[in-house]
């Protein structure tokens, strides 16, 4: 089925370190979803984005919609332990929600 | 805890068997749809209803279906079991598709292992 494109597919940072990632597609969304999944979890809705341009804060969680409408970034700061998993993005054209590929997040001690 | 319910959690099956996993929508949530994540890959849809009508069809086999009863909550139905449909199914459920909030919060999982 068709997915979007997140990258980078991984990252390994250490404590403190703030974080970006991002994903792009070929098809215009009017909605993006961001997601993070523990393993073996359900995704939990991190932040929704409805508009291109948008930026939207939660916590130390920051996202935008991309002005193409095409692409999405999630940036991450001062990274903590519990950070730790897989971020997915979502991206909503018709009634139906199209998932990144994930980016899974590990935190190096 | 988003609010949607999936039974059960785990479900240990053999090739060829047929299995019903089960998901109860947060409340007043009309929308239920289902998803397919096998092992480290992304999520698949497979299917969703809106109040008791199928409205969207993802990659979903035809060995698999689905069903909204009445009270909203939803039935994913999968048969002749083969070992590649050994995976994590989500359930997830939203307001209503068509209107903002698009949210869909998801369940739990269940964890099918096809032996």
């Known amino acids: 089925g068709q997915q979007l494109n997140q990258s980078p597919q991984s990252m390994f940072i250490q404590e403190g370190e703030d974080v970006s990632m991002n994903c792009t597609s070929s098809?215009?969304?009017?909605?993006w979803l961001w997601y993070k999944q523990d393993p073996g979890e359900g995704p939990v809705l991190l932040i929704a984005l409805y508009k291109a341009g948008e930026l939207t804060s939660n916590g130390r969680l920051t996202a935008q919609f991309g002005i193409t409408r095409k692409d999405s970034f999630l940036n991450i700061s001062a990274s903590i332990p519990s950070d730790v998993g897989i971020y997915f993005c979502a991206g909503k054209g018709n009634e139906k929600l199209t998932f990144g590929t994930g980016t899974r997040l590990t935190i190096i001690p | 805890d988003s609010g949607v319910t999936q039974t059960p959690k785990h479900l240990i099956t053999a090739t060829g068997q047929r299995v019903t996993l089960r998901c109860s929508p947060r409340?007043?949530?009309?929308?239920v749809y289902w998803y397919q994540q096998s092992l480290d890959q992304g999520l698949q849809f497979l299917i969703q209803?809106?109040?008791?009508?199928?409205?969207a069809k993802g990659n979903i086999l035809e060995r698999f279906s689905a069903q909204q009863f009445p009270d909203l909550h939803s039935e994913l139905n999968l048969s002749s079991l083969e070992l590649g449909d050994s995976a994590l199914y989500f359930c997830a459920s939203s307001a209503t598709p068509r209107l903002a909030p698009y949210e869909q919060y998801f369940g739990p999982g269940t964890r099918l292992t096809v032996t």
């Open positions: 409340s007043g949530d009309l929308s």
């Open positions: 098809s215009i969304f009017n909605t």
């Open positions: 209803y809106y109040n008791g009508e199928e409205r």
